[in-house]
Nanobody
Framework: QVQLVESGGGLVQAGGSLRLSCAAS????????MGWFRQAPGKEREFVSA????????HYAVSVKGRFTISRDNAKDMVDLQMNSLRPEDTAVYYC??????????????????WGQGTQVTVSS
């Protein structure tokens, strides 16, 4: 079993920045694709970003490309999401997830086996 715990969410004004972190325990995540998803009230969970097991490849949703940066530290079993130039439409609960394997990019929730509890990000206008 893998436990994923997100942190770093909060309230920020439009144009501001937040850095989300995801810490894994139980089993290593270093040989798996990792991803971030988000879910706003009344909407389906949507893909935000993914990073390959070695960290050499990344993929972003069109809506966040150029503003968000995903990174990982396999030695620490951690994945981060740096979010800049935040917009009110970025408001959502953000989830960290471990992929089912090496497949990259993995863009749908079904391709992820383990999920964190989520962290709330609220961007005010």
């Amino acid at each position: 079993q893998v436990q994923l715990v997100e942190s770093g969410g909060g309230l920020v004004q439009a144009g501001g920045s937040l850095r989300l972190s995801c810490a894994a325990s139980g089993r290593t995540i270093r040989t798996y694709t990792m991803g971030w998803f988000r879910q706003a009230p009344g909407k389906e969970r949507e893909f935000v970003s993914a990073i390959s097991w070695g960290g050499d490849s990344t993929h972003y949703a069109v809506s966040v490309k150029g503003r968000f940066t995903i990174s990982r530290d396999n030695a620490k079993d951690m994945v981060d999401l740096q979010m800049n130039s935040l917009r009110p439409e970025d408001t959502a609960v953000y989830y960290c997830a471990r992929g089912n394997g090496l497949r990259f990019p993995a863009l749908t929730p079904a391709e992820y086996a383990y999920w964190g509890q989520g962290t709330q990000v609220t961007v005010s206008s």
